[in-house]
Nanobody, 127 residues
Framework: QVQVVESGGGLVQAGGSLRLSCAAS????????VGWFRQAPGKEREFVAA????????GYADSVKGRFTISRDNAKKTIFLQMNSLKPEDTAVYYC????????????????????WGQGTQVTVSS
């Protein structure tokens, strides 16, 4: 099993940047695909970005492509989400999720694929 804890959220002006971190526990973190999701008030949780266990395959939601970058450091058991050119519509609680997979190149866009979730970190972008 793995536990994940998000950090790095905060308040930023439109056009600014934030870097979220997802710190994981467990000896086999390198066996987990990881995704970032977000949920704004009154809206459903939505996919943001995901990365395969090897880091070789990455996917983004169209709404963040070109602005957000996901990466991982398996030695440090940490996933990062660099968010640039932030917009007010990026305001949400951001969640990190992990799923054990035997496939090194697989990542998941569907939240139901993930078994392990963090508590979330609030990102607020002011206009």
């Amino acid at each position: 099993q793995v536990q994940v804890v998000e950090s790095g959220g905060g308040l930023v002006q439109a056009g600014g940047s934030l870097r979220l971190s997802c710190a994981a526990s467990g000896r086999t973190f390198s066996s987990y695909a990881v995704g970032w999701f977000r949920q704004a008030p009154g809206k459903e949780r939505e996919f943001v970005a995901a990365i395969s266990r090897s880091g070789g395959n990455i996917g983004y939601a169209d709404s963040v492509k070109g602005r957000f970058t996901i990466s991982r450091d398996n030695a440090k058991k940490t996933i990062f989400l660099q968010m640039n050119s932030l917009k007010p519509e990026d305001t949400a609680v951001y969640y990190c999720a992990a799923e054990n997979t035997v496939y090194s190149s697989t990542y998941y866009r569907d939240a139901s694929e993930y078994d392990y979730w963090g508590q979330g970190t609030q990102v607020t972008v002011s206009s």
